[in-house]
């Protein structure tokens, strides 16, 4: 059975409660990758920042979702969050190694939301899996953080 839904957008209002300064509205980015398990070929992340009213009860881990609600998914994101995209190409993951190109990926990710965003300022971003050193903002890694997280499962599906 998949987490969707509700939960994953309660899972991340937490945060905002934990966290809010009353004075300000409060930023959250989820960071997730693709292309971390295959035998060749780049690393992908995403960093996406939902806007308020962003809601879907479909939206899970995209691995759970079958390909018509992802699709369907992907443009609803894509036309309403505010999101950037980091690849790291093979030759590179070769010579980093996996962990560390994938890191670079999810730097990338998030240095091209807040260029293409200027206005978006994370107070947090969240991770799927493992911290990500020297990211510049405050973090939380969360283990299968798609399946928890609305903002992660929003970039696992882009």
């Known amino acids: 059975m998949r987490r969707a839904g509700k939960p994953l957008f309660q899972f ?3 945060f905002s409660r934990v966290n809010r300064d009353a004075s ?4 959250l980015v989820g960071i997730d990758e693709a292309g971390r398990g295959p035998w060749a070929g780049p690393v992908v992340a995403s960093a996406v920042c939902l806007p308020p009213d962003f809601f879907d009860s479909d939206l899970a881990d995209s691995k759970l979702l079958s390909p018509k609600i992802r699709d369907r998914l992907h443009d609803k994101i894509i036309a309403s969050a505010s999101f950037g995209i980091g690849v790291i190409e093979v ?3 070769d010579t980093l190694n996996i962990l560390r190109a994938t890191h670079c990926a999810m730097k990338n990710a998030l ?3 807040v260029r293409k965003h200027p206005a978006i300022s994370p107070d947090l971003v969240i991770v799927d899996g493992r911290p990500v050193p020297e990211m510049g903002f405050a973090q939380k890694s969360i283990v299968k953080g798609d399946r928890h997280s609305a903002a992660i499962a929003a970039a696992s599906v882009l």
Do not use: C, H, Y
């Open 12 to 14: 991340d209002a937490r």
């Open 24 to 27: 300000k509205k409060f930023t």
């Open 111 to 113: 240095l091209n939301l």
């Open 91 to 93: 030759e590179s993951v």
